[in-house]
């Protein structure tokens, strides 16, 4: 079961009352079997069920954040910047459940004040910078594979986002974050369209698993 696990970005349409409960499940494997030195228990899950108030309110803030980047970027004109965003609206908008991961007692994560058009752009980015926060840090990823292997479990696919969007003040207002609490994923729920293809760079034997004698 943990080695047919895959990344998934394309979801079809889900029960939500099922979706509901497997995420539950899923944040029970996650909180209880996770590593947690000192039993910090830093780790929050903030679950977001589509179509809701809160799902719209990510889509239209995902395409204030795609449309601020490309502006910003200059690549394309105004209309084409649009258009890709208003298109990442859509497919976020396709994505039946979304799960936010944060883990508390970070640095200070957000700035002094942030102005109103400023609320779409990314934070400075702020590491954990004692040994117990790397290790509430290194906890909270634990839980989020412990998540996304509990949902697969139940055939239920899902894709951990580090995105842009996760990284600006509008995104951290609409979960409702702590100043010291930091973002460490976006989980992306629902059914998988297909089932997609293994890759990688590195073999095994010798050079992922090295015998050191």
């Given amino acids: 079961m943990i080695a047919s696990r895959r990344t998934t970005a394309n979801f079809e349409s889900s029960d939500r009352e099922l979706l509901y409960n497997a995420i539950t499940r899923g944040v029970e494997c996650a909180v209880t079997a996770a590593p947690n030195h000192k039993i910090t228990e830093p780790t929050t899950f903030h679950r977001i069920l589509s179509p809701s108030t809160a799902s719209e309110r990510l889509c239209d803030l995902a395409y204030e954040v795609t449309l601020q980047s490309l502006l910003d970027k200059q690549l394309s004109g105004i209309e084409a910047c649009k258009s890709e965003a208003a298109r990442k609206r859509e497919k976020w908008a396709s994505i039946p459940a979304f799960v936010v991961a944060t883990v508390s007692g970070m640095q200070k994560q957000t700035l002094s004040t942030v102005a109103e058009e400023d609320v779409y752009k990314e934070l400075?980015?702020?590491?954990?910078?004692?040994?117990?926060?790397?290790?509430?840090?290194?906890?909270?990823?634990?839980?989020?594979?412990?998540?996304?292997?509990?949902?697969?479990?139940?055939?239920?696919?899902s894709k951990w986002a580090t995105g842009s969007v996760i990284r600006t003040p509008a995104f951290r207002e609409l979960v409702g974050c702590e100043d010291t609490d930091m973002v460490v994923g976006l989980i992306l729920i629902g059914w998988s369209k297909r089932t997609p293809r293994m890759r990688r760079r590195r073999e095994i034997q010798g050079d992922v698993l090295r015998d050191v004698i």
Avoid: K, M, W
């Fill in 124 to 157: 400075p980015f702020v590491p954990p910078a004692t040994i117990r926060q790397l290790e509430d840090y290194a906890s909270a990823c634990a839980s989020i594979q412990n998540l996304l292997l509990s949902l697969h479990s139940e055939d239920i696919g």
